[in-house]
């Protein structure tokens, strides 16, 4: 039997992808030599927990973890991401993606799980999880986009608003969230949904993943779809009607947090890593940003980051 290996394109994280042709089939090979546990270890568990609740997921084909790398299922070459640019109507495609997110909410988590030898246990989204992320806005973005900002002393002010935004969030810490739920991450694959890149799942605010979806920045989607996705999220989680305001709530609130984070990644990507094609989504990550800095609950927030965050003063995206 004839073998081919080739490399593929990769992703924001340190592993690398090769597509492994053996006769008429493919495989997919992850290697990783950094964040190796999490990498191919905690990625094969989720991957099986999230098949043992009937949803697609890679499939561990073989382990060799002594030289960090593993086998899995290929799903294919095309994203949702390749899909929906070409789609016109978009309504009906997301509203099958918000179905998937109340399946991954539905996952009974266990206190443990084992491979092999390994252990492998859920994390909980906490109050430090959310500053550690939204922290990467300060420590590199605006760091490399201003010389003139004192960045310390905005972290110090801006954080201690961010605290109070992220205790009001009113929804448990008690779901299965994927943590990286958008258009690149999801496969088609025989003409269905399948999921990738799950291997930062962790147990947190059942907002998360469906902010991660709807305020994609990757994909600009018209305010009025944006409103009508969140409300078929809604609509269809059976909460009571004077929720809608704390769903929104935190929505936006998860929102702002993750693409703060976003903002500070993509520059890591460019600077630490050389890889400057994310600098691409800069603009519209900072005008969702402003998009849901709109809501009340940032009213403090945002006077305070106008007075010492000058968006128009930072460098453009381009050039950093």
Known sequence: MNYRLKKISGDASFREF????????????????????????????INKILKQNIIIAPKLLSNHYQHNMIEISDLGQKTFF?????????????????????K???????????????????????LKNLHKESDLFFDWYLKFSSKNLKINKIKKILKIELNKIYKNLYFKNNTFVHRDFHASNIMINKKTFGLIDSQDAIIGNPLYDVASLIDDVRIKLPINLQN?????YYSNSKLKKELFQNLKNDFDILSVQRNLKILGIF??????????????????????????????IFRDFRLLFDKHVKIKRLKKFSTL
Request: hydrophobic residues 35%; glycine residues 2%.
């Open 267 to 296: 520059v890591r990507l460019s600077k630490r890593d050389n890889k400057s094609f994310y600098l691409k989504y800069i603009p519209y990550t900072w005008s969702l940003i402003k998009r849901r800095l709109k809501n009340p």
């Open 82 to 102: 390749d899909m929906i640019l070409k789609k016109k109507k978009k309504l009906n495609y997301y509203k099958n993606l918000i179905k998937i997110i109340f």
């Open 18 to 45: 090769y597509r492994l042709k053996k006769g008429n089939r493919t495989s997919i090979i992850v290697k990783a030599k950094k964040e190796k546990y999490k990498n191919l270890i905690a990625y094969a568990i």
């Open 228 to 232: 009508k996705l969140l409300k078929y």
């Open 104 to 126: 991954l909410q539905k996952i009974k988590i266990k206190k443990k799980y084992f491979f092999g030898k390994h252990k492998f246990k859920f994390q909980k989204y906490s």
